[in-house]
């Protein structure tokens, strides 16, 4: 399943993380981004790592009521994964700080409580299936932004939640970033 969402998703720090007025909560999904550096199209998995620019640390913000409602509607996720300011995301990070044949740590928690942490290499699919997936159908540009999934312990957010997330790693890669959730 692959989804977008509009450059109007974008949100770094020290922006907030809006749930519209509508909306009681969104739940929270923390995920590693890869940067696309070069066009690529139908590009062979052994070849993904020449393509990428970077990485970095991004939240996957999701209305997950809005997106139940839609499931069971048989219509797309855009509205539940594509509002503003639901693509939070953290600094780039030189490829060269991540080694996709390792593994880095992903975790996440709301108001000081750990609720996500896992690693990549849990992952179900790895960064270059990905990539050489989407690829096949979709031609990636320079500065494409793709998330990669996200580990268990996804939940809800309410507005004045505040959100940590960091990323750990070879290299003493440590990257945390926070977010406050408001209302629009």
Do not use: H, M, P, R
């Given at each position: 399943m692959i989804f977008m969402k509009p450059p109007s998703a974008f949100v770094l720090e020290p922006n907030k993380i809006i749930i519209p007025s509508e909306w009681d909560e969104l739940h929270h999904e923390v995920e590693l981004g890869v940067i696309i550096d070069k066009q690529c199209r139908n590009i062979d998995k052994d070849l993904v790592e020449a393509n990428i620019g970077g990485y970095c640390l991004a939240l996957d913000m999701t209305a997950r009521k809005v997106q139940d409602q839609l499931k069971k509607q048989g219509h797309p996720w855009l509205l539940a994964k594509g509002f503003d300011t639901s693509c939070p995301c953290g600094d780039f990070i030189d490829k060269s700080k991540i080694n996709l044949s390792s593994s880095v740590n992903l975790w996440l928690s709301v108001n000081g409580k750990m609720r996500q942490n896992g690693h990549t290499r849990d992952m179900?699919?790895?960064?270059p299936d990905l990539?050489?997936?989407i690829s096949k159908y979709i031609t990636l540009e320079h500065g494409d932004l793709i998330l990669t999934g996200t580990p268990a312990g996804v939940g809800p957010v309410k507005r004045?939640?505040?959100?940590e997330?960091?990323?750990n790693g070879d290299n003493n890669l440590k990257y945390t970033m926070?977010?406050?959730?408001?209302?629009?």
């Open positions: 179900i699919f790895s960064v990539v050489a997936y004045g939640d505040q959100i997330a960091g990323i926070k977010f406050n959730v408001a209302t629009q």
